[in-house]
């Protein structure tokens, strides 16, 4: 692979910030959204939810959360390259975390849920049903993808060091 040990540094670093910023976001979710929306009538919920999940389909969090994928992928191909190198294995594990446990378990699981709730008829009884089930299981997801998103962020920060 042609990349420079300065361009693997600045990878390093735009990866462990990008790691970090998506932590930020689930944990946001994971401790104060999700509590929030819990706390609402469920077709109020449902509706906000639904809301959110359209908003969240925007050019910068997608950027954010694919762009951090894709220096992943990189990083994880580069250190096979570089076996031999100390932050080698951190990189590999932080990459496979990311990629794992942020985009396999987003694309797995937290999408799923987001588009049968799309499909939720709020003021039903099904769809309040279905909003009990999707609290609980889509912030399940979203502390997997918190936990996986920081100790990523940690791993990669101890790389550059």
Same mark, same amino acid.
């Given at each position: 692979?042609?990349?420079?040990?300065?361009?693997?540094?600045?990878?390093?670093?735009?990866?462990?910030?990008?790691?970090?910023l998506i932590a930020g976001v689930f944990f946001?979710?994971?401790?104060?959204?999700?509590?929030?929306?819990?706390?609402?009538?469920?077709?109020?919920?449902?509706?906000?939810?639904?809301?959110?999940?359209?908003?969240?389909?925007?050019? !910068?969090f997608m950027f954010a959360l694919f762009g951090?994928?894709?220096?992943?992928?990189? &990083? =994880?191909? /580069?250190? @096979?390259?570089?076996?031999?190198?100390?932050?080698?294995?951190?990189?590999?594990?932080?990459?496979?975390?990311?990629?794992?446990?942020?985009?396999?378990?987003?694309?797995?699981?937290?999408?799923?849920?987001?588009?049968?709730?799309?499909?939720?008829?709020?003021?039903?009884?099904?769809?309040?049903?279905?909003?009990?089930?999707? !609290?609980?299981?889509?912030?399940?997801?979203?502390?997997?993808?918190?936990?996986?998103? &920081? =100790?990523? /962020?940690? @791993?990669?920060?101890?790389?550059?060091?």
């Amino acid at each position: 692979m042609g990349l420079t040990n300065s361009s693997l540094s600045t990878l390093k670093l735009v990866a462990a910030l990008g790691c970090g910023l998506i932590a930020g976001v689930f944990f946001a979710f994971s401790t104060f959204v999700m509590p929030a929306l819990a706390k609402l009538q469920p077709a109020q919920g449902i509706v906000a939810m639904k809301s959110i999940n359209i908003a969240a389909i925007n050019p !910068l969090f997608m950027f954010a959360l694919f762009g951090t994928a894709a220096a992943c992928i990189v &990083l =994880a191909i /580069a250190s @096979l390259f570089k076996w031999r190198q100390p932050d080698t294995v951190f990189i590999l594990i932080s990459s496979l975390l990311y990629l794992i446990g942020v985009v396999g378990v987003t694309i797995a699981f937290n999408v799923p849920l987001n588009d049968a709730l799309a499909i939720a008829k709020p003021n039903s009884p099904e769809g309040a049903r279905f909003w009990a089930s999707y !609290l609980t299981n889509w912030t399940f997801w979203n502390h997997i993808r918190t936990v996986a998103s &920081l =100790a990523a /962020a940690t @791993l990669l920060t101890m790389a550059l060091y």
